[in-house]
């Protein structure tokens, strides 16, 4: 059953590797992976509706949190005017990422991770693939979707609702803190500490 909450989904941490049927995303160590078909500068605005940014790799630790479900999917990198590749967030990297063909030879924009061969393409950038969100390493709440269909609307009605390692409050007046309450409804929300 496809879940009707249209905002990104998190795992508590000890399920962090888990991946749970229904989801249209899962956190994965520091990425959230969505599966949700958008082209680039789609995927660039979604991630940041949610005060993150697509996934910015820095190390082999960061590489190695990819897991990938079998499909190309977007990452924040690239390529600005003048040819060099830049990081969507505006940071910079000095990490190599294994190209299939140096990026500096292709007419294409954008980057994508291959799930099989884990190795990055440069891409047109209206091409719909799956995408990493990145997801900042101190949240302060957490919600998750369980076993209800809500919209994303109604979810913000509580925003309160769970706080990590707090435990679950009630939001007074509406029909999501009781089902929060009863443990068949949560939210989630990637909010900064």
Same mark, same amino acid.
């Given at each position: ?50 005060? %993150? ?7 082999? %630790? ?60 440069? #891409? #047109? ?11 900042? #390493? ?56």
């Amino acid at each position: 059953m496809k879940s009707g909450f249209s905002g990104p989904f998190l795992l508590l941490p000890l399920l962090l590797s888990s991946t749970v049927s229904g989801l249209g995303s899962v956190v994965q160590g520091y990425y959230v992976y969505n599966q949700h078909h958008l082209n680039w500068q789609e995927a660039q605005s979604y991630c940041r509706n949610s005060n %993150t940014d697509l996934a910015t790799i820095k190390t082999q %630790t960061d590489e190695d949190s990819l897991h990938l479900k079998g499909y190309h999917a977007w990452i924040g990198l690239y390529k600005k005017r003048d040819e060099e590749l830049a990081w969507s967030n505006g940071e910079s990297s000095n990490y190599a990422l294994p190209f299939t063909h140096p990026p500096q030879h292709s007419n294409e924009g954008c980057v994508s991770v291959h799930y099989s061969e884990k190795k990055y393409h440069v #891409r #047109r950038c209206e091409t719909y693939y799956f995408f990493f969100c990145h997801h900042p #390493r101190g949240v302060s709440k957490i919600w998750i979707q369980m076993s209800e269909n809500k919209s994303f609307k109604s979810g913000l009605d509580c925003t309160e609702m769970v706080k990590l390692g707090g435990g679950a409050q009630e939001c007074p007046t509406s029909e999501i803190g009781q089902k929060m309450s009863q443990g068949t409804m949560a939210i989630v929300s990637l909010s900064p500490p």
